[in-house]
């Protein structure tokens, strides 16, 4: 008689070791499932589909930050008449050196991403402040000035903010000038015109 999944899944995790526990969990693929919980946020899905051990290393939501190539290799099968122990050994030997590898470098990529995601809103923060503007919704983007004269928009990508600016036509000249000077790009033209054109709009 076939025993029940979850009660393989207890005594897999038994010679897996004191940190694996056997969780029950929805049917996969229609047939009774399992999960085995480990160490270092390892999660492997047991489940019996046609006579033979199916078990998976699951990634869960860092799926997204595994390599392309390496998503869906992280599966063994075994025969059904295997004992717990042998089951044990073949996901120690087959399945554990490559899904830890993996798990481990998309925890790390999704740490990095949290921090990026996390130093952007603080950017966005900061300059939504100076600029007195209004985020909408907490996210990257915010809206300041008047919507209809002097006022504009930022959004905080990856590496860089990009700004779109409304202005009066008669004042795009000192705008271009600040922004050159920013850019350091101020010495582009020449001296003269650029005192003549702060003579201008003095």
């Known amino acids: 008689m076939t025993r029940p999944v979850l009660q393989a899944a207890q005594e897999i995790a038994t010679h897996l070791g004191p940190e ?7 049917s996969r ?7 085995l919980a480990g160490p270092d946020s390892m999660r492997l899905s ?19 930050d595994v390599p392309d190539g390496e998503k869906d290799t992280h599966v063994i099968t075994a025969s059904e008449a ?34 990026r995601t996390a130093l952007a809103h603080q950017q966005a923060d900061r300059l ?15 809206k300041f000035g008047d919507p209809y004269q002097r006022g504009g928009e930022f959004r905080v990508h990856g590496t ?9 036509k008669g004042e795009a ?26 003579a201008e709009l003095s």
């Open 20 to 26: 694996w526990t056997a969780i029950e969990r929805p």
């Open 160 to 168: 860089y903010v990009q700004f779109e600016i409304r202005m009066p």
């Open 46 to 64: 047991l489940s019996l589909v046609d006579q033979r051990w199916r078990i998976d290393g699951e990634l869960g939501d860092r799926w997204s």
């Open 29 to 35: 693929l229609g047939a009774p499932a399992a999960t």
């Open 128 to 142: 939504s402040m100076l600029l007195g503007g209004h985020r909408y919704n907490k996210g990257l983007s915010s």
């Open 82 to 115: 295997k004992s717990a122990q042998r089951l044990a050994g073949e996901i120690r030997r087959r399945l554990l050196p490559d899904y830890q590898r993996v798990l481990a470098l998309a925890i790390e990529r999704k740490r990095q991403h949290d921090e």
């Open 173 to 198: 000249d000192a705008l271009a000038m600040a922004v050159a000077r920013v850019l350091g790009q101020a010495n582009a033209a020449s001296d003269e015109t650029a005192a003549q054109a702060e």
